[in-house]
């Protein structure tokens, strides 16, 4: 560029003069001028697009947290507040359950004060358990608390259509003689599911539809309708299971049900606790609230 400057200026000095050299002198300013400009507002309008384009692609992620999706298909939003419910919910639990396992050895031992007839003893222990009973309740009303945010939370993930039509098959389970769990009282941290048919406790067991809860821990799940059989397979284990039989097969070995697999309202169920220990999975069932927790 320098050269064709210079190039230039002694063109128009022998050609033109002093004078003409000033002119082309400022021509060549000014084309200089103008590429530059153009070299800078390109810049300037790279620079924008980019920072735009950034600030499109974060509010795309803002909206599909927002909306619940992630690789895996798990809501983050819900997965975040449901895991936060969970451990708090953990943590109430412990405190409460070491507080009944503190209570019940005070009072063994104020049994024992009061068979020795160790009244200093019974007196302070009697003190003892009536501040620690009182921390025991406190500690469970706690717990009920946040076990029943938790049953919102998730009661919150259906919509109401759906929960009229659990409603409705609810009604016609317990018109059979059923009793039936509420869909929020089938718990867990990890696992995500929803269910059309309630799961249901017969003859002592928990049935629960096969599909909703085992898709929910990843596993896959397929019907046979020509041998009516279902085919439960997760992390190199295979179960297989034949409607209305009492025996199972866990990756080729029989095992025997305490209850057969059924039809409901359209719907496979299958013992709970057999179906879901057999894929690695842990059930807890909570008597006092008739809550079932799943987790791996």
Known sequence: MLKRVLSVVMVSMLALGNSSFAQADEDTVQDLVTVQDVVTVHDVVTVQDVDQDAE?????????????????????????????????????????????????????????????RNVEA??????????LKAEFAKAKADFKAKLAEMKAAIRAEYTKEEMDGIAKVTEELEAQGMDVLPVENVISKVGKFKFDVPPVIKEGRTLIPVRAILEGFGANVEWDAATKTVTITKDGTTI??????????????????????????NRTVVPLRFIAESMGLTVEWDADDSVIEIEE
């Open 56 to 116: 499109e692609d974060e509010a795309d992620e803002i909206e599909a947290d927002a909306d619940g999706d992630d690789e895996n298909g798990k809501g983050k939003v819900w997965k975040g507040a449901k895991n936060l419910l969970g451990a708090e919910k953990d943590a109430l639990e412990e405190a409460k359950d070491d507080l009944e396992k503190r209570l019940e050895e005070l009072e063994k031992q104020y049994e024992e004060a009061v068979e020795s």
């Open 122 to 131: 019974v007196a302070l222990m009697e003190g003892e358990i009536a501040a």
């Open 240 to 265: 297989v299971l034949m409607l209305e039989e009492k025996t199972a097969t866990v990756n080729g070995q029989s095992i025997s049900l305490d209850i057969p697999v059924e039809i409901m309202n």
